[in-house]
């Protein structure tokens, strides 16, 4: 197993190709800037209205041609060994996690191809595309991204996390996360939620879960931006991984409850204490008092 020379050259192949796609988008976006000046520099009516519609498109353009040029980057010759992992996690990951995961645990997955996930590392965040390029390229509206819940998991593995389809790319990321609040919770049943900063919330960030091939560069992204690199982990330890993390969820609950009883013996022994001593200073008050008398 691995890779054959047939792959190989059926690489090359898709390679050319995506070159080729690459100049047809680069000269789509020169076209689109060349509009929006003309616009610009002319008195034709309502050119508001135009200049706004003529730079979205530029802003269309662009994306499409990073998309091109990210595939590129990313972009292998297949593995059959690694086709074979991907193929397998399709087919029982979902299970797997509506079997792991309990009900009484809100966890939200979001998947994303590799290219994504390394900007969605860089930023800290996960956040709706038009927030983050000015334009929709998903489901998703103004603060709001897709998730699925366990019971929904398979439109995240089978859709969005890139195991199959286009093995020339290696395959993409599951982020698992926590939603904000109760609101949020039942906002996420409905496969939306608000967006979701791992720089002000890191503890809303669970897993990010990747294939054994994305293992180190997806660690890697995660060190240069300062997100904690044992929060990565490939599909086949995120039932251990999961357990740790429910056990350790138990000992932070127990320790803040323990923290809280302390804490309300302490306030109760200082009430006693502040009562026996307000207790003294009116006696003393009223022996003085009698004293005053006598």
């Not at 995961?101 to 709706?128: K, M, T, W, Y």
């Amino acid at each position: 197993m691995g890779t054959r020379i047939s792959d190989i050259e059926s690489f090359e192949k898709k390679k050319a190709i995506l070159i080729k796609n690459r100049e047809l988008a680069e000269q789509r976006l020169l076209s689109a800037i060349g509009k929006y000046k003309k616009i610009e520099e002319s008195d034709v009516d309502r050119k508001e209205d135009r200049l706004r519609i003529a730079k979205s498109t530029i802003v269309t353009k662009k994306y499409v041609l990073q998309q091109i040029n990210e595939q590129i980057e990313f972009s292998r010759p297949e593995n059959e060994e690694d086709i074979a992992y991907r193929q397998r996690q399709y087919d029982k990951f979902p299970n797997l996690i509506k079997t792991i995961v309990p009900d009484d645990v809100p966890l939200r997955f979001h998947g994303c191809p590799i290219n994504v996930a390394q900007h969605i590392l860089e930023d800290g965040e996960i956040s709706s595309s038009v927030d983050r390029l000015g334009i929709s390229t998903s489901y998703d509206t103004e603060d709001q991204v897709s998730v699925t819940t366990k019971y929904t998991i398979e439109t995240t593995v089978r859709g969005y996390a890139g195991l199959v389809g286009n093995f020339n790319m290696p395959a993409g990321c599951i982020f698992v996360v926590l939603p904000r609040d109760e609101i949020d919770a039942k906002s996420g049943d409905s496969m939306l939620m608000n967006n979701i900063s791992f720089r002000q919330s890191p503890e809303r960030l669970v897993a990010v879960i990747t294939s054994l091939e994305n293992l180190q560069r997806v660690s890697q992204w995660a060190q240069e931006n300062d997100i904690d690199i044992s929060k990565i982990c490939e599909y086949d330890e995120f039932q251990n991984f999961l357990e740790k993390y429910i056990e350790d969820q138990k000992g932070k609950n127990n320790k803040l409850l323990a923290s809280a009883v302390k804490a309300t013996e302490e306030s109760t022994k200082m009430g006693n204490i502040n009562q026996q001593a307000l207790q003294i200073k009116n006696n003393q008050v009223k022996d003085n008092q009698n004293d005053f008398k006598r």
